[in-house]
């Protein structure tokens, strides 16, 4: 079991540059792949980015490509997502989550409550 917790959202002006973070608990962090997600309201949820084990590999979703930036410190079990160049289509609530696998197209065995962040224009 891998417990996550998301923390660093809020309200930003556009053109914010927030960094979320993402702590885990319980089993090893560092055998999991971690990926991010969002979802604006009454929209599906999108992939944002993933980093494989050792955060040698990134993925990134068109949408955020070149303005968000994912990294992680095993040392701290945490895993970050730093947001460049806000617009309000990024207000959603994002999510963190751990899988045993690295791709585009992976399952997440578990996921964080969630935090939001709201862009202003």
């Known amino acids: 079991q891998v417990q996550l917790v998301e923390s660093g959202g809020g309200l930003v002006q556009a053109g914010g540059s927030p960094r979320l973070s993402c702590a885990a608990s319980?089993?090893?962090?560092?055998?999991?792949?971690m990926g991010w997600f969002r979802q604006a309201q009454g929209k599906d949820r999108d992939f944002v980015g993933a980093?494989?084990?050792?955060?040698?590999?990134?993925l990134y979703a068109d949408s955020v490509k070149g303005r968000f930036t994912i990294s992680r410190d095993n040392a701290k079990n945490t895993v970050y997502l730093q947001m460049n160049s806000l617009k309000p289509e990024d207000t959603a609530v994002y999510y963190c989550?751990?899988?045993?696998?690295?791709?585009?197209?992976?399952?997440?065995?578990?996921w964080g409550q969630g935090t939001q962040v709201t862009v202003s224009s």
């Open positions: 319980g089993r090893t962090f560092s055998r999991f792949a």
């Open positions: 989550a751990a899988s045993n696998s690295f791709g585009w197209s992976v399952q997440y065995d578990y």
């Open positions: 980093i494989s084990w050792s955060g040698g590999s990134t």
